[in-house]
């Protein structure tokens, strides 16, 4: 089984990981109401979701 010949360096190993950050999320405007909201999720305004009403909001 190999093993490595020299421990590798604090510097080395984060340059490596530079690559693995993750995007921050890429929030988008609700066509109902217009306030921003995570794609493919409902919308915690107005709770709609593709056009149709998922959760009942206070205001009806």
Known sequence: MP???????????DMRRTHQKTDAPNPTACPQC????????TCPSCGT???RDVI???DD
């Not at 490595?4 to 510097?11: C, D, E, G, L, Q």
């Open 3 to 13: 093993v490595p010949k020299r421990k590798t360096s604090k510097s080395k190993r």
């Open 56 to 58: 009942q909001s206070d």
């Open 49 to 51: 979701y593709k056009g």
């Open 34 to 41: 217009g306030e921003s909201k995570l794609p493919h999720r």
